[in-house]
């Protein structure tokens, strides 16, 4: 058939007189599309991340994530505030460590009055109707970059990286956090954390636990910001393997059994599969970790003109919560809230 045949009335109305169905009809106007939405994004979905430094009044920008910075205190307090006039009432804290105080163990995680704890202390002070989560692991402490301790051969030794976890787990509880959030995928954490904290008395501290956590490649940018790039190897005796989801399914199950009261999926869009199945099979609230990397590729495809970020960073939210994301952990919280 020409395309002159194909634009002919004729041809219209042979065809299109008796459509039924015409999905387009709920989309001829904003006011009915907005009526049919299925997912929405509210502030109150988004937990923003964010990067703290001993020096109190330093805000340093991160070259890789454009937009975000590692705070001292009086800033992380403004940062804070500033969210929370814009609605997002959850923040995840994660300490930039000088790097002559890293050590084999992360001594510096289990520090008394460490910047962790200071920056919790100062947060719950200033506002506390703010959700404060602390990140559980020793990666930014160690000096080899793993999640844990390891042996002469370099592997991270469960049962030993587990009672240094509940060790700062137990810190951040004191210092007034929220919730605790392990994300070093140790077998076992999320009961021995729990038990450690109600024997100590914080049973109302929660815990956030990053069931199927992978062994990615968009991490970089995190691992910029902190200078916390592992020193040898890579992360794949603990981290999940990229291809596996069944896996997850059974990580995101012992977290439930253990006493885990969210979940957490990370990355986020390339795994919103895993997502979407971990949601349908757990009866917990589970949240996704859009990663720095998701977050930089959109932020530097922007600055050269060939995407919008606003508008990529949006519909990025919009689809990891319509596959089932209660929560999200983004870098973009307030670019969106400010759009929003
Ligand atoms: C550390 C940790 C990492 C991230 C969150 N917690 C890095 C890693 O596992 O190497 C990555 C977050 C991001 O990329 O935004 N356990």
Aim: hydrophobic share 40%.
């Amino acid at each position: 058939m020409t395309m002159k045949e194909r634009s002919s009335p004729t041809y219209v109305s042979k065809y299109s007189d008796n459509l039924l169905h015409r999905p387009r009809r709920n989309r001829k106007l904003a006011a009915l599309s907005d009526l049919v939405q299925e997912t929405r994004l509210h502030p109150s979905d988004l937990v923003a991340p964010l990067f703290v430094l001993e020096d109190e009044n330093a805000k340093e920008p991160i070259n890789s994530m454009p937009g975000i910075y590692r705070l001292g205190i009086k800033p992380l307090i403004k940062e804070v505030k500033d969210l929370y006039q814009l609605g997002v009432r959850a923040v995840d804290l994660f300490a930039l460590v000088p790097n002559e105080r890293k050590t084999p163990y992360g001594d510096e995680a289990l520090r008394e009055n460490n910047l962790i704890c200071r920056s919790v202390a100062a947060l719950k002070e200033e506002m506390p109707d703010i959700a404060v989560m602390v990140d559980i692991a020793l990666d930014p402490y160690t000096d080899h970059g793993h999640d844990g301790v390891i042996d002469s051969s370099g592997y991270v030794l469960n049962d030993e990286t587990i009672s240094i976890l509940c060790q700062m787990s137990l810190l951040a509880a004191k210092a007034g956090c929220d919730i605790v959030s392990p994300s070093d995928m140790m077998d076992g954490r999320v009961e021995a954390i729990r038990r450690c904290l109600d024997e100590s008395g914080y049973q109302t501290v929660g815990i956030l636990s990053y069931a199927a956590k992978y062994c990615s490649s968009f991490y970089g940018p995190f691992r910029d910001a902190l200078q916390s790039a592992p020193k040898f190897g890579d992360k794949k005796s603990y981290q999940m393997n990229p291809a596996n989801v069944i896996e997850a399914i059974r990580e995101a199950h012992l977290d439930m059994q253990e006493g885990a009261d969210m979940l957490l999926v990370k990355p986020a869009l390339p795994y919103l599969d895993v997502l979407a199945k971990i949601k349908e099979e757990i009866p917990l609230p589970v949240g996704a970790y859009h990663v720095s990397g998701e977050y930089a590729m959109v932020m530097a495809a922007d600055e050269k003109g060939w995407l919008d970020a606003d508008k990529v960073l949006y519909e990025s939210l919009l689809s990891i919560k319509r596959a089932g994301a209660d929560f999200i952990l983004t870098y973009a919280a307030k670019k969106i809230c400010q759009m929003l």
